[in-house]
């Protein structure tokens, strides 16, 4: 049977992490700093800035008590290592003791002089005092970004923590210590990563993120990366007035077919090739006239007889990324986890087929 100093140990790293990184769990419970604090942070709507300066303080201040909190929970979970007398605890316990007592008294001290000047000496704040045209200071460049923000017509997307904003004149990016601004007009963005889950049977929807660099010309501006679906990659170039500059050559897919294309194209250069007689010639794809015909329907997937699947006896006239948008077409929109598994009928003589039928000519 476990100890009640490791159960509490255990139970504590979770609560600390959950914490740190804020589940949807916690946020539905009001476990945050954010819903804890609210009534001295303020509102978001109201003064952005202001609140994000509050609130990144608030963050660092409480995340750096949680190792006090665990030692103080070690006091009365493991009595017998006399904890709550600092000359009776073990050297290690006594080396901790000090971390954990010195680290808020550091946080606060930092905190208290980030708030003297009516919170002049924040780091958002020297951040927007780059922005700010002579003889003005930061506080104007907050008003702007205030108005923006209550604006209905900005972008907006994330989960608190990553989260992505962009106003006709701002992008930001605000994570769990930092709110990250560049002015759009002094900006580069470039994509420089992809990542995609696959349409598979064991995933609902099939998902890809891009990264996206914002470099400004500004020295004083660090780079930064947003990170968003490529779904909402569309509505993001709405609302930039800088290009984006692709340079690693990432494919983007913006919708969900897009996306099955993508996974229909490599399932069907896995599958069995068809060979195609030397004296028959391949005409243009009937979908859409703009490239040779390269599939043929042949059953592989059972037995002649066996299954929903029919051989299909139709001459090659498809291409493969128009065969594979009329398979998308026939689906249930709202499944897409069905998408892989399902047959559909050829689009000239009806016979079922299914991904595994579908060859490329050779």
Known sequence: MESPAVTFTLAYVVFSVCFVFTPNEFHSAGITVQNLLSGWLGSEDVAFVQYHVRRTTA???VHSLLPLGYYIGMCFAAPEKQLYYFSSA????RVFALLVVLLP??????ALYWSQKRWSNHPLSRTLSQHALPH????????SINREFRRIDKFATGVTGARVIVTDTWVMKVTTYKLHVAQQQDIHLTVTESRQHELSPDSTTPVQFITIRVASINPNVKPFDIRLNSTEYGDLKEKLHAPIRNAANVVIHQTLSDMFLDTFRSLVEANSVYEMQSNRELEPCIGCMQTIANIKLVKYCQEPNEGECRQCYCRPM???TCMGKWFASRQ????PETWLSSQVPCPTCRAKFCIVDVCLIR
């Open 59 to 61: 963050t660092g201040v």
């Open 90 to 93: 073990s050297d290690g316990w």
């Open 105 to 110: 008294t550091i946080t606060g001290v930092l």
């Open 136 to 143: 003005s200071d930061w506080r104007v460049v907050a008003s």
């Open 318 to 320: 498809w291409c493969l």
């Open 332 to 335: 249930d929109q709202q499944h």
